[in-house]
């Protein structure tokens, strides 16, 4: 490995590192959090595990966190040495008070990355954070580079109105990580077209790879506002069932107040229905996990396990207008034992692919429940669900078109039924998508369908549902109907 040794007179910020070289090391991690989790949440366990794991561990120095517009975290904390840094790793992974922080974290975005620095931060308080990684072009000198690095770190960034501070250091794989702090967003913003223009910074940037390098511009958690992120509308649903763990009462401004069409029979339309049902909330109020979360247009549809008077499986259709709630559907049901293949109600896959063949899933789904569950032609089944693969979540029936079979048997032999008279709304989003139905089931029962499909290459591989009797009309709290 080709390296500088720099001295800290020379103040060479780069650090293209011997074995020798000492400084902090420097960890940064990015990520995004799964979406099903609570933003808000998420940002206030963030301040949690800073004061009660990170700042505790040995050879622990400064934690930041922040935050880019399009919701990528990135979290640097500054070590004595990568020893401290991995040990502190290690037990993160393991230890149990951070679960519940580690677990809102997708995974699969995440990238973590060590720096050794000639120095630490030692800056004023920053507002916001830009960090660039890179490595050199094969054929730079890293003694130039070391060179218009100070001379932009001098001429260029420190002269800028709010510049706090810059570190610049290197890893075992020769990346380079370039970090600057400012006062504040706007000034970040102000000086960052005058760099890209400057001939100094032209030619610094000239000696890097331009297919390695990685810009974020990242503001600190405690300056994010979440009013103003602009977050989708799956997002905002998510928010607004975990505000049931936390009593987070930010969410509630999410459904309109003067516009709120209920279809739960047993709740009371508008604001104020919801608003009764939380006052009679049992001890220790309701809980709500987000299983899976989808959204197709106006419209939000979530599977979640519910502690709802009781531990319920329950789908969830919200209509937004504008940015808000104006309308919500659900289907109810006690939670049950594993059905015969050992499945439950929540289990199963959970990651949504495919967002090319959303219309073309919606359109396979409809079909099968017109032309086989509401025309009766159980000829065709096979052109709609895999003889291959076909998992099943109805706590009832079993694995397989066997299963489904043996289902249609037993009830049949029974004098039971389970009929669909009518398809209400057909919504996806990639590989999944939710039918809402009306019929009879049981023994002749008026009854809602909900069921969520899961497909492959064009057929249904997995089947989850909520059956739920419609009460009668004289037992409503509202007068909107089911639909």
């Not at 009660?52 to 040495?81: H, I, M, P």
């Not at 049981?442 to 909900?450: I, M, P, S």
Request: glycine share 8%; with cysteine.
């Amino acid at each position: 490995m080709k390296t500088v040794k720099l001295t800290l007179i020379a103040l060479m910020t780069l650090s293209l590192l011997s074995c020798e070289q000492q400084g902090p090391i420097l960890e940064v991690t990015t990520f995004n959090i799964d979406e099903k989790a609570d933003l808000a949440a998420f940002i206030a366990l963030d301040e949690t595990v800073e004061e009660t794991f990170t700042s505790k561990q040995s050879g622990f120095l400064k934690r930041q966190s922040g935050l880019t517009e399009d919701g990528q975290f990135a979290v640097l904390v500054y070590w004595e040495s990568e020893a401290d840094a991995a040990a502190s790793m290690d037990k993160f992974m393991t230890d149990a008070t951070v679960a519940d922080y580690a677990g809102m974290i997708d995974g699969k975005t995440m990238n973590m990355a060590r720096y050794q620095m000639p120095d630490g931060y030692n800056g004023s308080e920053s507002d916001f954070i830009e960090i660039m990684t890179f490595q050199l072009k094969s054929d730079a000198d890293p003694a130039a580079f070391a060179q218009i690095d100070q001379q932009v770190a001098q001429q260029v960034t420190a002269p800028k109105t709010g510049f706090v501070q810059r570190l610049i250091g290197e890893n075992s794989a020769n990346e380079i990580a370039v970090v600057v702090y400012w006062d504040t967003k706007a000034n970040s913003d102000a000086a960052l077209q005058p760099f890209m223009n400057n001939t100094i910074a032209q030619e610094f940037m000239g000696m890097m790879d331009e297919s390695t390098v990685k810009m974020g511009r990242y503001s600190t958690l405690n300056t994010v506002n979440i009013n103003d992120m602009q977050l989708s509308n799956k997002d905002k649903t998510v928010a607004l069932l975990n505000s049931f763990n936390t009593g987070d009462t930010t969410p509630i401004s999410y459904i309109n107040p003067e516009k709120y069409i209920q279809h739960n029979l047993a709740v009371g339309d508008g604001l104020a229905g919801f608003g009764e049902v939380m006052k009679n909330a049992p001890e220790g109020g309701f809980k709500a996990n987000v299983v899976r979360a989808f959204q197709d247009g106006d419209y939000v549809f979530t599977h979640t396990e519910y502690d709802f008077f009781g531990p319920k499986a329950g789908f969830d259709v919200f209509r937004f207008e504008d940015g808000l709630i104006v309308e919500h559907w659900d289907n109810l049901i006690e939670v049950q034992a594993p059905n015969p293949s050992g499945h439950t109600q929540f289990d199963g896959a959970t990651a949504i692919t495919d967002l090319d063949k959303t219309e073309a899933n919606k359109a396979k789904v409809k079909d099968f429940i017109t032309n086989v569950l509401l025309n009766h032609q159980m000829d065709k089944v096979t052109d709609y669900i895999s003889t291959e693969t076909y998992i099943q979540h109805n706590p009832a029936v079993a694995d397989g078109l066997e299963g489904f079979g043996a289902a249609m048997k037993y009830f049949a032999e029974n004098g039971l039924v389970m009929e669909y008279t009518k398809l209400v709304k057909v919504m996806g989003e990639g590989n999944f998508v939710l039918t809402l139905s009306e019929g009879k089931f049981g023994k002749g029962e008026l009854t809602a369908f909900y069921d969520l499909f899961r497909l492959e290459d064009g057929l249904i591989v997995e089947h989850w549902d909520v059956i739920s009797p419609i009460p009668p009309k004289e037992q409503w709290a509202n007068e909107n109907g089911k639909w």
